[in-house]
T-cell receptor, first 113, second 115 residues
Framework: ETGVTQSPTHLIKTRGQQVTLRCSSQSGHNTVSWYQQALGQGPQFIFQ???????GRGNFPPRFSGLQFPNYSSELNVNALELDDSALYLC????????????FGPGTRLTVL | AQTVTQSQPEMSVQEAETVTLSCTYD???????LFWYKQPPSRQMILVIR??????QNATENRFSVNFQKAAKSFSLKISDSQLGDTAMYFC????????????FGQGTRLTINP
């Protein structure tokens, strides 16, 4: 069974650019959540997708958007990058009736210059 | 709003010792889960232990156990017989059962196990 995977591992962008991060959920998991983890901080919830619909959103501006595909993989898109967007972006997947269990991927390290 | 507070930014113990990490949280909800996650230098967040708020019995997973005090909104993690591989950032997290399964994390405690 393959766990949660994320791509790319790391990338560097400049301010004002756009970026797309990808996440493949664990087999059988239909819920994907995205978190932003700034250096030295705990992760912050960005949003969650359940069966291709947004199922909850944290306190992030609309330039953070996402998608979930029929195979339950997901994308996080960030437009008009700002320096403060530099962070580790974590994706987590979970199945129905998981009792709160979320399984995290290794993350994508984004650096905005 | 729910908040999670970890008051110990860093801790350090010798291998084989027992260590306790503290966590407090604030919520007006009655049904929720509490978690401890471990994040080693590899960055991947690993679930250590989970507690359901409606269960009075403290959760245990091998060398890891929790002390859950619901009235005090306290949720500490005890690691027994600590090992070098336990060196990591430890995050306490909270999740309301209703609605989106959103984890609210604390700031983390950096735990170092010394040989």
């Amino acid at each position: 069974e393959t766990g949660v995977t994320q791509s790319p591992t790391h990338l560097i962008k400049t301010r004002g650019q756009q970026v797309t991060l990808r996440c493949s959920s664990q087999s059988g998991h239909n819920t994907v959540s995205w978190y932003q983890q700034a250096l030295g901080q705990g992760p912050q919830f960005i949003f969650q997708y359940y069966r291709e619909e947004e199922n909850g959103r944290g306190n992030f501006p609309p330039r953070f958007s996402g998608l979930q595909f029929p195979n339950y993989s997901s994308e996080l898109n960030v437009n008009a990058l700002e320096l403060d967007d530099s962070a580790l972006y974590l994706c987590a997947s979970s199945p129905d009736y998981s009792g709160g269990w979320q399984f995290f991927g290794p993350g994508t390290r984004l650096t905005v210059l | 709003a729910q908040t999670v507070t970890q008051s110990q930014p860093e801790m350090s113990v010798q291998e084989a010792e027992t260590v306790t990490l503290s966590c407090t949280y604030d919520t007006s909800e009655s049904n929720y889960y509490l978690f401890w996650y471990k994040q080693p230098p590899s960055r991947q967040m690993i679930l250590v232990i989970r507690q359901e708020a409606y269960k009075q019995q403290n959760a245990t997973e091998n060398r890891f156990s929790v002390n859950f005090q619901k009235a005090a909104k306290s949720f500490s993690l005890k690691i027994s017989d600590s090992q070098l591989g336990d060196t990591a950032m430890y995050f306490c997290a909270f999740m309301i059962i209703q609605g989106a399964q959103k984890l609210v994390f604390g700031q983390g405690t950096r735990l170092t196990i010394n040989p």
